[in-house]
Every structure is written in C-alpha cells, then in structure tokens.
C-alpha cells in the first residue's frame, strides 16, 4: 500500500518498519503487535505518514503514558519552535545537566566581523561555541554550506580570542541540530574538527540518545501540552518533563497559570515518562 510522507513523495508502508518505531520507544511486544495491526487494519491508500503517527499515538496515549511520550519525542523537538528560540533555550537546559556552565547568545568579536552565538559551554578548559540548528519541518537536513559557514566563523573568532584570552582554554565549534546531517556535511565537520551532535548522529552520542539516556524530554512531548503552557513554562526556564514532576497540578495552575483542565494531565504524563510507570 503507498502511503504519503511529509515531502509529498510516496513509498511502500512497511509494516517492520512501523513496528520498529514502537518498539524504539520502550513499548513491549504486545502492545507493538496490537497498535501495529490496529492501525495496518485501519489504513487507506493514500494515507500520509503524520496520520499513521497520529493514530499510533493516540493508541499509545490510552495505552501506556511511558511509551508515548518517548514515541512523540521526534515531533516533540519539532515543536520547539517555530523560531528556534526554545530550541536553544532546551539545548542550554541540556548542557547545564551534563556539567557545562553555560551563557546564550552571546556577541563574539571576531578579526574582520561580530558574530552572536547561540550557547557558549565551557567544562574542563574547552570553550564550546554552540551554533544550534534547528528545523520544524520533517525530512530537513544540515548540508555541508552549514558546517563550512560555522568553520569559518570559528576561524575568525579564534584569530583574535587566542591574541585577547590569557587563560588555557582550547576554543572548538559545536554544531547541534533536531535533525539529521548529510554524508558531506559529516566528512567535513570530521575533517576540520567540528564536533557534531545531530539527532542520530554519532551513535551513542546523538541527540536522540543523550536525551532519552539522560532522561531530558523537552515538555513538547507530553500529549496534552498546548502552546500557550509551552510559552508560559519556558519563561521559567521549565524545558524538561522533569521540570514538571516536582509540582502538583494545582501548583501549575496557580504558580503558571496552566490551564485547570490540562494541568493534571501534564503532572501524571510527566511522571509517566521520568519514572516509566507503565
């Protein structure tokens, strides 16, 4: 059966491939084989993918909390957006977990040009200049236009900072996307080593894996958060799940003016996916 994906082309559905997301996300056997055939069962040619995830994720949202927040974590990071904004802000959340000290969009002189950059992190001597890419759009790729570009602005900052910096320190690119790099992109960046963290990019290391490893979901993929908690959330610097846990619904309600009718919902999927209460 020929299904749509989000570029408009078509492809063959494959059920093992569908199957494989499910289990990807933490859902047991069982379950995999039920939403699988639910969803096959209820399939018509011409189907586009974001309705198939759409169908799997209210079945997993029924089902088991755990599992569905960790199969919305894709479209979750996609929602940090649409500007970029709160995709920095998350990664900055992220950095601080893993032992950086770090400070957001910061001006850097460099020897010809300025240059304002998204996250600067510094652990153990290493200053990290993070330049985040981030895409709403599935299917978006970094090309090699972005890790030369981000090359170059390194090149310029590092010619005067290594003249005005007495303390030893080395000074490195750090290119973080919610997406995926292309094969030039990645032969670059290792060439002029540019450190690279993309959502399945480098193995243990990727995005997709420091997160669920680290247990650091953005509050995106919780199933009932809408914009408005999302907006109200990031002014207190709340980008985690685990953010949430420590509070009540009532706290979130009076503390963050979340709305009273999804404010328990956010509490318990949170909880769900911190713990993984099945």
Known sequence: MKVIKDTGEEENFSKDKFCSSLRDAGAPEKLVGTVCSTV????EPGVTTSEIFRRASQYLVKENLYVAGRYNLKK????????????????EVILKSMGYTTKR????????VPHEIDVIAKKDGNHYLIEAKYHNMRGAKIHIDTTMYADARLEDIYRLQEVKEREQATHSMWLITNTKFTSKAITYGKCRGIKMT????????????????????????????DKDSLQKLAKFNMMLAQDIVPHSAQELIK?????????GNIVKEASALVYGDK
């Open 198 to 225: 993309g959502w399945d990019y480098p193995g243990k290391d990727s995005l997709a894996k420091i997160i669920s490893e680290h247990v650091l979901y953005p509050v995106t993929v919780l199933p009932s958060i």
């Open 76 to 91: 979750g990071m996609r929602e940090l957006g649409p500007a970029g904004f709160l995709f920095e802000q998350f990664l």
């Open 40 to 43: 096959e069962k209820e399939l």
């Open 255 to 263: 503390q963050y003016e979340i709305n009273e009718a999804i404010a």
């Open 105 to 112: 969009n910061v001006m850097m002189e460099g020897e010809c």
